[in-house]
């Protein structure tokens, strides 16, 4: 919408209800009580009651609170956000004086509350932001902000703690305290030498060396679709890539899912320059049982529809032993790292190739295995010096080697003896001759504050111009002194 002035009053309604359907600032239950478990944490899936979970996202996460002085939002006496906002019962569209813009107020019951789109915050279960674009200048603003923006140094964190500190109240728990520490940390960064010269030449800041990643999902079932069946009449529904690989022709029928998805562009069965990069979810591993067999057979063996393979067969796991599945992935692993022969199957290497063909890499860094550990996750506790390597292990060995020396005290002993039979030194013999050497200008400059150090210490001079110490930052770098 480029031009509403001239726009007859149909039109302008048509435009307001248009975006009225879209967009409101109204709280259906502004009185709901807050429930036990976090509105956030509550998946799309589990929704009962629509209503009462659209008020209960609105509180946590849609209102404006803290705004005054002491908040960020605070600029020249007022907050940059414009809040509170108008109240209003129905939507209006008007013409701003002072900007000479067309704007579009929401209707709006809670004067804190920010405008929202009920299909889109009860999807992304967390804060948003929506705003009608009512002029074509006001559009290329947006565009050219973002574009033009630039980013922003980070702070040292020194700084970041006081930042936080400053702002925290005595109450406030220690959990708020790092969950403020971790997003002040990620939020701001610099920019590398190597990304402002990627940006300036046009160059893509990430690749895959030309390869592309394709992701099989075997839990697609679980999926909530964002539009009905009915919604699709007039267009085509896509299909996802299990869907791609059943609906192939003849001449790819003994192609198994695996291969298909690595070797192969579907649904047009082109061939890559280079072949794709392969993700399978869910990671099973054998533990998991039916799903895992199951997820092994439908990768690894040729098929048009499940049921009709699984036909004349009890479980997937006898259809897994029956195709020799774990022998074939040996082959595929032998392939992939370069080995001429597989992996005898009751070999010990077997379980490292199994893992790797789970993707999941049971031999990861303790870092990446933590990272991996959710907030419900049990550690076992175990008491330091009780664990099988520790009571196996000769703690005393070492102790052993070193009895000829004497025990501790004995050692103490010996060294305060040595001290005190250090002959005293002759302050009054001449001093060590130095070889003559050429000194840099930053090393006489040295010399020479070391010289004024040890005048002051000889003379009980105290000093408080002549720098305490100093760092030396090597040829490429210049003396600092403190």
């Not at 936080?164 to 305290?177: P, R």
Request: proline residues 4%; charged residues 30%; negative net charge.
């Amino acid at each position: 919408m480029t031009n509403l002035e001239n726009e007859s009053e149909e039109t302008l309604q048509n435009v307001l209800e248009y975006f009225s359907d879209l967009v409101t600032a109204i709280d259906p239950n502004p009185n709901s009580e807050d429930p036990e478990i976090h509105p956030c944490r509550v998946g799309y899936n589990q929704v009962i009651d629509f209503e009462k979970d659209l008020s209960q996202l609105l509180h946590k996460v849609q209102r404006h609170t803290k705004c005054g002085p002491q908040s960020t939002c605070w600029k020249k006496g007022k907050c940059r956000f414009n809040f509170p906002k108008p109240l209003q019962e129905t939507a209006s569209l008007t013409k701003s004086l002072e900007k000479s813009e067309w704007e579009f107020f929401p209707a709006c019951n809670d004067d804190k509350l920010n405008k929202y789109n009920q299909f889109i915050i009860q999807l992304w279960r967390g804060n948003m932001d929506i705003a009608p674009v009512i002029s074509k200048k006001a559009l290329i603003a947006y565009l050219t902000k973002y574009i033009a923006k630039c980013e922003v140094s980070s702070k040292a964190l020194d700084e970041i703690f006081t930042d936080i500190i400053n702002k925290l109240q005595d109450d406030d728990k220690a959990k708020k305290v790092m969950q403020k520490v971790f997003i002040k940390s990620c939020a701001e960064r610099d920019i590398s030498a190597q990304e402002v010269m990627h940006t300036l030449l046009g160059l893509k800041l990430y690749n895959a060396g030309g390869r592309k990643f394709v992701t099989i999902n075997f839990k697609n079932e679980e999926w909530i679709p964002v539009m009905d069946d009915t919604d699709y009449e007039n267009g085509k529904k896509g299909t996802n890539i299990i869907e791609k690989y059943q609906s192939r022709g003849i001449e790819h029928a003994n192609i198994t899912l695996y291969h298909a998805c690595l070797n192969y562009s579907l649904p047009k069965w082109t061939k890559p320059s280079k072949q794709n990069i392969l993700r399978v979810f869910p990671r099973y591993k054998i533990e998991n049982g039916e799903n895992f067999f199951r997820q092994q057979v439908l990768l690894h063996v040729p098929w048009m529809d499940e049921t009709q393979l699984l036909d004349g067969y009890d479980t997937w796991e006898e259809l897994y032993i029956h195709h020799n599945i774990e022998e074939k992935v040996n082959v595929i692993m032998c392939e992939l790292n370069g080995v001429d022969q597989p992996h005898d199957s009751q070999d010990s290497d077997n379980s490292d190739a199994e893992s790797e063909m789970n993707y999941d890499n049971i031999e990861d860094e303790e870092a990446m295995i933590l990272s991996r550990l959710g907030p419900q996750s049990t550690i076992p506790q175990v008491e330091l010096g009780r664990r099988e390597e520790d009571v196996k292990y000769d703690w005393h060995a070492n102790d052993k080697e070193y009895k000829q020396f004497g025990t501790l005290k004995e050692m103490q002993t010996f060294l305060e003896r040595m001290k005190s039979a250090e002959p005293t030194i002759n302050t009054s013999a001449s001093p060590m001759k130095i070889p003559d050497v050429t000194l840099n200008a930053e090393q006489q400059e040295i010399i020479s504050v070391i010289k004024e150090q040890i005048a002051t210490i000889k003379l009980n001079i105290t000093d408080n111009s002549l720098p305490k110490s100093m760092i030396v930052q090597g040829k490429a770098g210049e003396n600092v002194f403190k």
